[in-house]
């Protein structure tokens, strides 16, 4: 498996609706922001659906820079690994409640765990598309385009997320991070609203742009 997939495994989402089947049984375990869901090098013998809030997954650099591999919404499933063991960090964004269901229950789940699997194999590639690009405004407005997608296509939304949550998605600096959205602004593409919100003014020409 190639390795930027493998490290993204616990990007798996949609597979199975909120609340359906055996995992609306899972109790809710509520987590405050910043706080560790599971971390590297745990066992991996359970896989989480995120019932409210948002879970950023992400690994360490030798020198200690973090990298963001994905972020989870409702409905979305994470923590399946290739291994026993986690190979990267999940924590909650904000107030989040996360379901918990033991991979000994795996049987009730498979079809839509495999199904999961080869979603996850196109968003992680399609991540690595992302952050390949040179422009920095390129990554930003693709990046904004993905969350657009994951609210329902809306035009207008809030991310859960900080810019520093963001940048480190995006392999740039919070700064630059902040100037792309900027740039993004002047060009009429989008308007900001507040410190996360967003809307979408120009979304032909954002599409444009990551032509």
Not at 139 to 160: Q, T
Request: aromatic fraction near 10%; charged fraction near 20%.
């Amino acid at each position: 498996m190639n390795t930027s997939i493998s490290a993204s495994w616990g990007r798996y989402i949609n597979a199975i609706p909120p609340q359906s089947g055996e995992a609306a049984l899972a109790p809710i375990s509520s987590f405050v922001d910043g706080q560790c869901i599971y971390s590297f090098g745990e066992r991996a013998d359970q896989v989480y659906q995120v019932e409210f809030g948002a879970v950023r997954v992400y690994r360490l650099a030798a020198n200690g820079r973090r990298q963001i591999l994905a972020f989870h919404f409702g409905g979305n499933w994470f923590g399946l690994q290739s291994r026993d063991r986690h190979s990267s960090n999940a924590e909650a964004i904000g107030v989040t409640g996360v379901r918990c269901i033991s991979l000994q229950e795996e049987p009730l789940f498979r079809p839509a765990l495999f199904s999961a699997a080869l979603d996850n194999v196109s968003a992680a590639q399609e991540h690595q598309l992302v952050i390949g690009r040179q422009s920095a405004i390129e990554r930003v407005a693709a990046f904004l385009l993905e969350m657009s997608e994951r609210s329902g296509y809306s035009r207008r939304f809030e991310l859960s997320m900080s810019r520093v949550d963001v940048a480190d998605y995006l392999a740039l600096t919070v700064e630059t991070v902040s100037r792309s959205l900027t740039k993004l602004k002047h060009r009429g593409f989008i308007e900001l609203h507040g410190a996360r919100g967003i809307e979408l003014v120009g979304y032909r020409a954002l599409q444009n742009l990551c032509l």
